[in-house]
C-alpha cells in the first residue's frame, strides 16, 4: 500500500519569506498524482497544487511551487513571500493513477504552518 | 456551478445513540464520493468511498456504516455511535467527468462529539 510521510509537524516562517514543507511517498507505481491541501483554522479543506507524475515539469500556482523528485519519491512545496494568510496545516496527498488504486486519495500527516508578522 | 453541502456542523451525541450525516453534491452527475475522519491534530483517514448508487467500499472496520440512496448524496450512520467516534468528519467528491487527475473537493466537515 501507498504510504505518504510528511516530516515535519510543525514549521514557521517570518511573514514575506519563503518556506518549504518536505513530503516524501512510497509506492511501486510509475504513474500517480500528487497534491497539496491547506487546512486553514475553519478546517475545510483547500486544493493548493497538483502534480502529474509522467510530468516532468514542476507545477506552480501563483506563490506556491513544487519540487517533484520522482526517483527520490519527494513532493516538497514551496511558498514564496508567505503571507499571513498562509497560516495552516498542509496535507500532502497520492492517489494512483491505476483503475483500482484511482479512487483513493491517501495523506500525509500533516505539516502545520505558522507565519510570524 | 458545482458544490457540495455537508451537515451538520457540529455534532454532540450520547454514548449508545445512532448517527446520521448527510452529504449532496451539486452540479455534477456519478460523481465519486467519500467519507473521511480527521482525528484531533491528525491526518485525514478514508472510511468509505463510493463509485455509484448503491456501491459502497469500505476502507477500515469500524461502528460506522454508509450509504449512497441517490447518485449524489452520500450519508454516514452510525446504531450504536461509541467514544472513539468523536472527530471531524469530512464529505469529498470526485468529478469523473473532470479527467484522471482531477482532485477531491471537500465540504466543510462535522464536528462530531460524543459524551
Known amino acids: 500500500a501507498q504510504t505518504v510521510t510528511q516530516s515535519q509537524p510543525e514549521m514557521s516562517v517570518q511573514e514575506a519569506e519563503t518556506v518549504t514543507l518536505s513530503c516524501t511517498y512510497d509506492?511501486?507505481?510509475?504513474?500517480?498524482?500528487l497534491f497539496w491541501y491547506k487546512q486553514p483554522p475553519s478546517r475545510q479543506m483547500i486544493l493548493v497544487i497538483r502534480q502529474e507524475a509522467y510530468k516532468q515539469q514542476n507545477a506552480t500556482e501563483n506563490r506556491f511551487s513544487v519540487n517533484f523528485q520522482k526517483a527520490a519519491k519527494s513532493f516538497s512545496l514551496k511558498i514564496s513571500d508567505s503571507q499571513l494568510g498562509d497560516a495552516a496545516m498542509y496535507f500532502c496527498a497520492y492517489r494512483s493513477a491505476s483503475s483500482r488504486g484511482a479512487q483513493k486519495l491517501v495523506f500525509g500527516q500533516g505539516t502545520r504552518l505558522t507565519i510570524n508578522p | 456551478s458545482q458544490t457540495i453541502h455537508q451537515w451538520p456542523a457540529t455534532l454532540v451525541q450520547p454514548v449508545g445513540s445512532p448517527l446520521s450525516l448527510e452529504c449532496t453534491v451539486e452540479?455534477?452527475?456519478?460523481?465519486?464520493l467519500y467519507w473521511y475522519r480527521q482525528a484531533a491534530g491528525r491526518g485525514l483517514q478514508l472510511l468509505f468511498y463510493?463509485?455509484?448508487?448503491?456501491?459502497i467500499s469500505s476502507e477500515v472496520p469500524q461502528n460506522l456504516s454508509a450509504s449512497r440512496p441517490q447518485d449524489r448524496q452520500f450519508i454516514l450512520s452510525s446504531k450504536k455511535l461509541l467514544l472513539s467516534d468523536s472527530g471531524f468528519y469530512l464529505c469529498?467528491?470526485?468529478?469523473?467527468?473532470?479527467?484522471?487527475?482531477?482532485?477531491?473537493?471537500f465540504g466543510n466537515g462535522t464536528r462530531l462529539t460524543v459524551t
Open positions: 509506492t511501486s507505481e510509475s504513474d500517480y498524482y
Open positions: 463510493s463509485v455509484g448508487i448503491g456501491q
Open positions: 452540479g455534477t452527475s456519478n460523481p465519486n
Open positions: 469529498a467528491w470526485r468529478d469523473m467527468l473532470a479527467g484522471s487527475h482531477s482532485p477531491l473537493h
